[in-house]
């Protein structure tokens, strides 16, 4: 798409060019919006549903340890969640050096109250979002759904006006117990190369489970040898625990880590995908 980001986000605004559905990509910060062609600035693609009505938003976190953004975690998750009939969304958040804790949750949150924000504008109306994170992407959506209130940044000049807070959250292979379930080559870069066991507790979103969390839907092989099953365990007892709304799906095998929507990868475990829709179909109703 040509012309400055200026221009792009005013095209985004424009109800003409709405009609198409088109995809756009903005920067998630005032201050980045003529940088977009770097690609370390963090950024926020849309995707409105090409046909009309009242329709949930699912936002959604790529994984890659902190390190990279996997694309077969994002397009194709687009496409897959699309065919179910949501708007979608994908977060670029920072990555590598630039990840220490906080600032990818602060591109978490910016992102969602962009959405609510902007929604009715972009063509995705004032409906519930949900959130769908992979790995350390599934990390991210478990803060943004269980710290939501946590974080704050002088530089969102939306944080007064919106609430952070998904309506409801799959975490996918997550990694969500840095304390006992760290997995291999953890810590990520979001914990820096010596952490302080403050930190490490801080990030394990399984040990501060709230009764305000929104539904969660968890999903694991038992064989993944990179984060173990134990993550989504351990947070499936703890939404228990505090008598929130969980679903938690393990799989005896799976092919790797990282299967994302895995109708190639791996079809034993395709099946958590209908799954994840009827629960988000559940927790994130339109109305009328």
């Keep these: 798409m040509k012309g400055s980001a200026s221009q792009r986000f005013a095209e985004f605004n424009n109800p003409v060019a709405r009609e198409n559905a088109v995809s756009h990509t903005i920067a998630l910060w005032p201050a980045d919006q003529n940088r977009l062609s770097d690609p370390a600035v963090p950024r926020l693609t849309v995707h409105p549903h090409p046909s009309a009505g009242r329709r949930a938003t699912v936002l959604i976190f790529p994984g890659g340890g902190y390190q990279n953004l996997a ?3 994002n397009e194709p998750v687009v496409k897959w969640l699309q065919a179910a009939g949501f708007h979608t969304a994908v977060v670029s958040y920072r990555i590598n050096a630039a990840s220490l804790h906080p600032a990818p949750i602060l591109d978490a949150q910016r992102a969602i109250r962009l959405l609510r924000h902007h929604g009715p504008e972009w063509g995705l109306g004032i409906g519930p979002i949900g959130v769908i994170g992979f790995s350390a992407g599934g990390h991210l959506a478990s803060m ?14 939306l944080a007064a006006r919106y609430s952070s807070r998904p309506n409801a959250a799959v975490l996918c292979y997550a990694v969500l117990d840095f304390v006992n379930y760290p997995g291999k080559n953890h810590p990520r870069p979001t914990l820096g190369k010596e952490p302080s066991q403050e930190l490490v507790e801080e990030l394990s979103t399984v040990r501060w489970a709230w009764k305000q969390m929104p539904p969660i839907f968890l999903w694991h092989t038992v064989n993944d040898d990179v984060v173990p099953v134990e993550n989504s365990l351990a947070m499936a007892m703890a939404c ?6 969980v679903e938690l799906h393990l799989y005896e095998e799976g092919l790797c880590h990282g299967l994302g929507v895995s109708d190639e990868k791996d079809p034993r475990v395709i099946s958590w995908k209908p ?3 009827d629960f988000l179909r559940r927790h994130l109703p339109v109305g009328d």
């Design 71 to 73: 694309p077969h975690e």
């Design 144 to 157: 943004l759904a269980i710290r939501f209130d946590r974080y704050g940044c002088e530089q969102d000049d």
């Design 240 to 245: 228990q625990k505090e008598g929130r709304p």
């Design 275 to 277: 799954l994840a829709v």
